[in-house]
């Protein structure tokens, strides 16, 4: 699978705006394939979650979420800006 993104808008962040992140870690991951019946923890699921219920309580913007280093395998691992 294959995420394409047409068009990113660029903004700036305010000056008095802090930078704040947090990290999902010390899940098991497994091969996506394999072990998908297991129902692992998925780092990315579980911190798009969280940040979805975070910008819900608090003003801010999302700048960056990364998880996972391969396409075929569970994120055991994410972090979010």
Do not use: C, T
């Not at 700036?12 to 129902?39: P, Q, T, Y």
């Not at 998925?42 to 998880?67: H, P, R, S, T, W």
């Not at 280093?69 to 972090?79: E, G, H, T």
Request: without cysteine.
């Amino acid at each position: 699978d294959v995420l394409r993104i047409s068009e990113l808008e660029y903004v700036e962040l305010e000056k008095d705006m802090e930078i704040w992140d947090f990290r999902v870690d010390g899940l098991v991951g497994e091969h996506s394939g394999a072990d998908i019946h297991r129902n692992r923890g998925n780092a990315l699921k579980i911190a798009a979650a969280v940040a979805i219920d975070l910008f819900q309580a608090v003003d801010g913007q999302l700048i960056d979420i990364e998880a996972g280093d391969k396409d075929n395998a569970i994120p055991r691992s994410a972090v979010v800006k």
